[in-house]
């Protein structure tokens, strides 16, 4: 994913789930969103609306639903935060 920065410089994030909850016996797993800087910036970008979702096994099959966002937040290096 690719961002304009408020600062106009062109920031980039590599998309990967994060493991939230694993269940026993194959029965599937929770994930949630997470977003990770590419080389050349220190900006972070989060879904702080705890968009989750449930993976693999049983229970993944289904809920049949991906993560996707409705909210993201931008902080940039000194730390303020963009809606």
Do not use: C
Request: proline share 7%.
């Amino acid at each position: 994913m690719y961002l304009t920065a408020p600062d106009g410089i062109r920031v980039g994030f590599t998309y990967k789930e994060k493991l939230v909850n694993a269940f026993p016996f194959g029965w599937g797993a929770v994930f949630a969103p997470s977003f990770v800087a590419d080389a050349g910036h220190t900006y972070k970008l989060e879904s702080p609306d705890d968009t989750q979702s449930l993976r693999g096994g049983l229970v993944g099959a289904l809920a049949g639903e991906g993560i996707n966002p409705s909210h993201y937040r931008l902080t940039a290096p000194d730390g303020t935060k963009y809606d």
